[in-house]
């Protein structure tokens, strides 16, 4: 019981330290890896740092092709 409350702690201390715009995806990674890391090991800290990274990498990928698509269609930003 004790490992995933260490593991969300850990998350929350981590986005704690973050912006909000770059916790975009972070939140979301960092539970799922959390958890997946603790039951594959008992590694919920080291699963939530790098779900953490992938949820992050997701999120920029996502923004760079609606960034495109909105471009192709002629909505771009000025």
Known sequence: ???PLIAITA???VLGATSG????GCIK?????????H????HGVLGAA?????????AKEQERQQQQQSQANGQGKL
């Open 29 to 37: 990674g960092a539970v799922v890896g959390g958890v997946a890391g």
């Open 39 to 42: 039951y594959a090991g008992h």
């Open 11 to 13: 998350a929350l201390l």
């Open 50 to 58: 790098a779900g953490c990274l992938y949820g992050r990498h997701h």
């Open 1 to 3: 019981m004790k490992s």
């Open 21 to 24: 715009a770059n916790a975009k």
